[in-house]
Structure formats: structure tokens, C-alpha cells
């Protein structure tokens, strides 16, 4: 069996469980190593395989995706019967509904964007829908035709703005050829704007901001800065926490061994590998009221830690790196309402307070 296999396979049990154990009852917080002076809450129990979070900024508003294809809608801790909207979706491997974020005006324009793979025609794409009383209608399709492999893995699916511009992370399609050309958006990391037009400041006269990636779950920027982090999964070696770069190429492509900077032109090696597998999930920069947190990258994965990252002072370089829990599966790493880190795994959402 393939490593691409049993992390499916893996997947798609935990999947399962989750969906099981989520129709019979509300989960307890679930158990492991708390920083000191901090503890786990259940924030919300008893979810449908929930994959990334967007929350209204000063509010206590967040929508979320449901792997199967429904955004939902908590208002405080009440979860609304009434999904935002139920997309027809493919969900089988790592298809679905993944992405979600909010544009940086949501509070004026209420546009939300969403990443999925779409049922008819077989593909991924990202739409912007407008909220209205809690409900999402379609405003405008702002990437399509991003090719979804046929196996249903390597599909990318994170979305980020950063300084007004939307980042957008896709797989390649389990084609590893296709990540080394910079005329196709597969194992790309894409940069547009928020209707979906292309920057003039783009590298290759595209959407194609960085090239050379197998199969990116995160995104985070460090808000004032332009320093990006992405999450990628390797094959049986080399999971990686990336810088982004304008321009560059990150090495994966046809013939790729393990433990190098990679194939290609210029490769630029990751600031953080594991030889291991870690399955990186999302990740965040987190600054909040946790002290032992402020200031610090969180990354959750799927084996169920949440690492925390001090960065060195340009935030370009890993200075310690720590799993500060354990759970199950991490699906999404955010701050959320009271400034508090939240975690999502694949039945519930919680949040680390101080005790």
C-alpha cells in the first residue's frame, strides 16, 4: 500500500469515527498535555468532519466547512440548523469542501470565499458568495478549472488574504510533473485579486505566485508583514513548514528524492522538515491573550499535535519548536473570540484558556 494510500486511508477512518461518534453524543474535550496555566475547552462537540473556520472579526460569529459540502453558521455557541449554504461537492479522499475565508471588508461587503471540489464538472475551484441574514448566494466563480486528480487526493484547498490579495493553495493532481511548470495551476501556490483578476506584481504574467508543491493543507501570513507559511505533505518522507516567496520554485516535481532541497530551478528548501510523517495540517500566527503563545506560529497535524513555532526575530527561521498537545486529528489552527487559540478537529471545535 502506496504512503499517499494510508494517509487516505487513515483519513478517511478518522473521518468515519468522527461521523459516528458525532451523531451518538457531544465529545468531551479531548485528552493530552495543556501548556501551564492553560486548559482545553469544548467549544462546540458533536461535527460533521468540520475542515477550516473563518471567524467575523470582533464578533462572535464563525462560519466553518463541513467536509461534505455545507458551510455553517455558529452565532456565540449556538450552532444554526440552517447551513450559510450546501454545495454539491465531490468528498471522496481529500475532496470536499476545504477552504474558507472571509474578504478583509467583510463587515462592509459580507463577500465569504470558499475552496471546493466540485461534483459536475470533476474540478477545484474557489467562489466568493455574498451573506445575507446568515445565508450565502453565489456572487462570483474567481478560479475554476484547477484539475482534481482522479484518485481524490492532492487537491491543496487553503485560501488566505494578505494585504488585500487572495492566495489560493492547490496539489498537484498527483501529477508531479505539473508542479515544476509555472504554465499550469497545479502545486502552485496562486495569487489574485479579490474578483479573481491577476495582479501585475505576479512573477509569470499568471496566477502563479510559487511553483514546485506536492500537496499544501496551510496557509497563514503574519499579519503587518509579507512573510506567508505553508504547510505541505510529502511522500513517504519530508513533510515541510515553507516560507513563501514570490517566484520560487519548492522542489517537488518528477524524480524527487528524499532529504533534498528538490528538482528544478533554484529549489528552495523548507525552514522546517520532518523525515517522519506528520500529515500538516493548518496552521496560524498567533497573537492573543496566551501569553505562552503570543507571537508564535501554531501548526496542527493530522497524528493529533499542536506544535507551537518560536520564530527567530525577522520570523524567516524556526528558533524552538514544541507540541504543546495531543489530540485527535487537527483539521484548522486559529484565533477566535477572547483572543484565545482555537483548534479544530475532525468532530468539534475547542479553544485554549487560561485556567
Request: aromatic fraction near 10%.
Amino acid at each position: 500500500m502506496t504512503t499517499d494510500l494510508k494517509r487516505g486511508v487513515r483519513m478517511r477512518l478518522r473521518a468515519a469515527a468522527a461521523l459516528f461518534l458525532g451523531v451518538l453524543m457531544i465529545l468531551p474535550a479531548p485528552a493530552g498535555a495543556v501548556p501551564k496555566g492553560a486548559k482545553v475547552q469544548t467549544y462546540q462537540g458533536g461535527l460533521n468532519f468540520p475542515i477550516d473556520m473563518a471567524w467575523v472579526k470582533g464578533t462572535k460569529k464563525i462560519f466553518f466547512t463541513e467536509k461534505s459540502g455545507k458551510i455553517r453558521v455558529m452565532v456565540g455557541r449556538k450552532l444554526l440548523k440552517r447551513p450559510c449554504i450546501s454545495l454539491g461537492v465531490s468528498s471522496s479522499g481529500e475532496r470536499g469542501l476545504l477552504g474558507i475565508t472571509l474578504h478583509p471588508n467583510y463587515k462592509k461587503n459580507h463577500f465569504l470565499y470558499a475552496f471546493f471540489t466540485d461534483s459536475s464538472p470533476l474540478q477545484n475551484r474557489v467562489n466568493r458568495y455574498k451573506v445575507k441574514k446568515n445565508r450565502c448566494s453565489h456572487n462570483k466563480t474567481i478560479v475554476d478549472g484547477i484539475d482534481a486528480s482522479s484518485s481524490g487526493y492532492h487537491n491543496g484547498g487553503q485560501i488566505d488574504f494578505m494585504k488585500g490579495k487572495l492566495f489560493i493553495s492547490t496539489g498537484e493532481a498527483h501529477n508531479a510533473g505539473a508542479a515544476q511548470s509555472t504554465d499550469n495551476r497545479l502545486g502552485k501556490i496562486l495569487r489574485v485579486n479579490d474578483d479573481g483578476s491577476i495582479p501585475a506584481a505576479n512573477p509569470f504574467n499568471n496566477a502563479v505566485w510559487s511553483y514546485g508543491h506536492r500537496n499544501p493543507f496551510g496557509l497563514a501570513h503574519r499579519p503587518g508583514t509579507d512573510l506567508l507559511y505553508e504547510t505541505e505533505n510529502g511522500p513517504s518522507c519530508d513533510d515541510e513548514l515553507n516560507l513563501i516567496r514570490k517566484g520560487r520554485n519548492y522542489g517537488w516535481g518528477s524524480n524527487y528524492s528524499c532529504g533534498t532541497r528538490g528538482v528544478g530551478p533554484n529549489p528552495k528548501g523548507p525552514i522546517r522538515r520532518y523525515t517522519n510523517i506528520i500529515v500538516p495540517t493548518d496552521l496560524t500566527w498567533y497573537e492573543g491573550r496566551l501569553d505562552a503563545f503570543d507571537n508564535n506560529l501554531l501548526m496542527g497535524d493530522f497524528n493529533g499535535n499542536l506544535r507551537r513555532f518560536k520564530m527567530k526575530k525577522n520570523g524567516t527561521r524556526v528558533k524552538t519548536e514544541q507540541i504543546v498537545y495531543t489530540t485527535d486529528g487537527i483539521t484548522d489552527v486559529s484565533k477566535g473570540p477572547g483572543g484565545w487559540p482555537y483548534f479544530m478537529t475532525s468532530s468539534g471545535i475547542f479553544r485554549i484558556v487560561k485556567r
